[in-house]
């Protein structure tokens, strides 16, 4: 069982930046593969980023080049970092845990566990 908790949010201007944090409480961290995700009103839960347990990263096209997943094993956390944020980016975004998943683990349905999500919204 993994809990995940996310903070970082906020209000940012178009061009700047935030870090996301996830906070995962539970045994075996270092053996779940982590995925962001977003979910922008009246709209479908889309993939942003993952990164596995041994590193390796995927991004969605839409964010590619501005944002950065990492993680800190022994902080139990995994980072978003958005930079140049665009008002496109506004969505609550969630976190999510998984020790399997498919093959690039870009699904919703790849995650067993997943935060209670956290406001980001980028004004023009």
Excluded: H
Aim: hydrophobic share 30%.
């Amino acid at each position: 069982q993994v809990q995940l908790v996310e903070s970082g949010g906020g209000l940012v201007q178009a061009g700047g930046s935030l870090r996301l944090s996830c906070a995962a409480s539970g045994r075996a961290f270092s053996s779940y593969n982590m995925g962001w995700f977003r979910q922008a009103p009246g709209q479908e839960r889309e993939f942003v980023g993952a990164i596995r347990w041994n590193s390796v990263t995927y991004y969605a096209d839409s964010v590619k080049g501005r944002f950065t997943i990492s993680r800190d094993i022994v902080k139990n956390t995994v980072y978003l970092q958005m930079n140049s944020l665009k008002p496109e980016d506004t969505a609550v975004y969630y976190c999510a845990a998984t020790r399997g998943g498919g093959p690039t683990i870009q699904k919703t349905d790849d995650y067993d566990y997943w935060g209670p999500g956290t406001q980001v919204t980028v004004s023009s």
